[in-house]
């Protein structure tokens, strides 16, 4: 299917989906009626290239890792290099640990550590002085 017929489509289920009012869709020629109501939907882009991906991917990662770092402390769930082999005792703690692969009787389990996992040991959130604030996770905007 190409990326053409794909756009069809979405924009087919979407406009089922929104108000019968001019859409301006992404990527598209539109030209509103001056006062009359329209809105903007934003469609896959045109024939996008491997750069251009890999571009956006990277400052979506870096945003994530910033918001991270700034608001919580992360460290191994394990300490051990991943690949090497431990052994978990009984009473192991299962909701820090997944065993995964031919899982049967009972601790001690010894096998092969694929992923150390990632734990939180700080948390930095800002203190909230109004709880409704909370329930509000985009303003509202006025323009003077």
């Given at each position: 299917?190409?990326?053409?017929?794909?756009?069809?489509?979405?924009?087919?289920r979407?406009?089922?989906?929104?108000?019968?009012?001019?859409?301006?869709?992404?990527?598209?020629?539109?030209?509103?009626?001056?006062?009359?109501?329209?809105?903007?939907?934003?469609?896959?882009?045109?024939?996008?290239?491997?750069?251009?991906?890999?571009?956006?991917?990277?400052?979506?990662?870096?945003?994530?890792?910033?918001?991270?770092?700034?608001?919580?402390?992360?460290?191994?769930?394990?300490?051990?290099?991943?690949g090497?082999?431990?052994?978990?005792?009984?009473?192991?703690?299962?909701?820090?640990?997944?065993l995964?692969?031919n899982?049967?009787?009972?601790?001690?389990?010894?096998?092969?550590?694929?992923?150390?996992g990632?734990?939180?040991?700080?948390?930095?959130?800002?203190?909230?002085?109004?709880?409704?604030?909370?329930?509000?996770i985009?303003?509202?905007?006025?323009?003077?």
């Amino acid at each position: 299917m190409s990326l053409e017929a794909i756009r069809e489509a979405l924009q087919s289920r979407l406009a089922a989906l929104t108000p019968e009012i001019g859409t301006a869709w992404r990527n598209r020629a539109f030209a509103p009626t001056p006062g009359e109501p329209w809105q903007s939907v934003d469609m896959l882009p045109l024939d996008p290239d491997d750069a251009e991906i890999g571009a956006a991917a990277r400052v979506v990662h870096g945003g994530c890792r910033k918001l991270l770092a700034e608001h919580f402390t992360l460290a191994p769930v394990r300490a051990e290099a991943e690949g090497s082999r431990v052994t978990l005792a009984a009473g192991f703690d299962a909701a820090a640990v997944r065993l995964t692969g031919n899982v049967v009787g009972q601790a001690p389990f010894t096998g092969t550590l694929s992923h150390r996992g990632w734990q939180v040991t700080q948390v930095r959130l800002p203190q909230l002085t109004d709880a409704r604030a909370a329930a509000i996770i985009a303003q509202a905007e006025v323009e003077l």
